[in-house]
């Protein structure tokens, strides 16, 4: 069929601005980070300076102090931090409440000014009644710790909405990462929610008290963060990968890429001597639908599922966790 000169023009426009798009579309690198760590404004054991400190020298790019219903200042701490190398504090708190004996913690992250807790009449309201005060304020809210004194329970989430974020490790010792006694796992309740429709991401974090005395039965840091890839490092940008998912999580595992695309989903893992992998590749129900053995683990999706997630467990017993592709 001829095209008629304009029609000709509209054609070529179109791909020459599809090239521009594309010859200026943004680089991205991953940036590496914790989201969740008190100082001495709460309960842990140093001062912010010193916090941030143990952060960037152990090779972190960003770094949330998030401690109980404080907001610290960062400006001064980036001002210092920053100067040295390149390393980002990006504002936070821990809004911190309860409903009977049942301890509701929502972190806020990107925050601008320091929140107080909302009340409500179940462990339900109560996360309802915190994160929709910290969507309010322009923040991120993401729910803490969920089997810490078994206070929160798979059938009090499903009730709520426009949460975001969920820890499904915490490097504290008396959280209850893994569940027991009829209780779920975090990793459990993840796909119980997103099998429920709810879309939410899941992170990584230390929750790390203690930088004075090492321990086991400590909440020491370097036990969990995240790795995000963003444009740069800036508090807006970090800020807007993780809202989207674009990061994984991780308890020790390094994964060198995380693609989706054509069908697939694709992970390539950065190996350690002797170390071995499985990966599961996780849908509807929990149910694993792949199990693979490669350093370059991959999935091609069946057009059935309704999200795809990928837990890679190490035989030094780590994993990582990427982010659910919601297929419909």
Do not use: C
Not at 52 to 79: I, K, P
Not at 106 to 130: D, F, K
Not at 212 to 222: A, H, T, Y
Not at 252 to 267: K, N, S
Request: hydrophobic share 35%; aromatic share 10%; proline share 3%.
């Amino acid at each position: 069929m001829r095209l008629t000169w304009i029609a000709r023009f509209t054609f070529l426009s179109l791909l020459v601005l599809g090239a521009a798009v594309t010859q200026t579309r943004p680089a991205t690198r991953w940036y590496k980070g914790n989201l969740h760590t008190h100082t001495l404004n709460s309960d842990g054991d140093s001062t912010p300076h010193e916090v941030a400190t143990w952060y960037r020298e152990h090779g972190y790019q960003f770094l949330t102090l998030s401690d109980h219903n404080y907001l610290t200042d960062v400006a001064g701490l980036n001002a210092v931090h920053a100067a040295r190398e390149r390393f980002l504090l990006i504002p936070g708190e821990e809004v911190t409440d309860r409903y009977g004996d049942k301890h509701v913690h929502v972190n806020a992250y990107n925050l601008s000014r320091e929140l107080q807790p909302r009340h409500g009449n179940s462990v339900a309201e109560t996360i309802q009644n915190n994160v929709d005060m910290i969507r309010q304020a322009m923040a991120m809210p993401s729910l803490n710790h969920p089997n810490f004194h078994w206070s929160v329970t798979k059938d009090d989430l499903l009730k709520v909405n426009n949460l975001g974020l969920l820890e499904v490790y915490n490097g504290h010792p008396t959280v209850n990462n893994v569940g027991g006694g009829g209780f779920q796992s975090l990793d459990e309740m993840w796909d119980t929610l997103l099998t429920a429709g709810k879309r939410i991401h899941g992170i990584a974090v230390d929750d790390a008290h203690h930088f004075k005395k090492m321990g086991q039965e400590f909440s020491n840091p370097g036990k969990g963060w995240i790795q995000v890839r963003a444009s740069e490092l800036s508090a807006a940008a970090i800020s807007a990968a993780i809202e989207r998912g674009d990061f994984y999580a991780s308890s020790g595992v390094v994964l060198e890429d995380v693609r989706t695309g054509g069908g697939e989903y694709r992970i390539t893992i950065k190996e350690r001597p002797t170390e071995r992998f499985t990966t599961y590749f996780i849908g509807d129900g929990g149910k694993v639908l792949a199990k693979s053995f490669d350093k370059k683990p991959a999935y091609r999706l069946t057009g059935s599922e309704r999200y795809v997630r990928a837990r890679v467990d190490s035989s030094f017993g780590a994993s990582a966790w990427t982010q659910p592709l919601f297929a419909r």
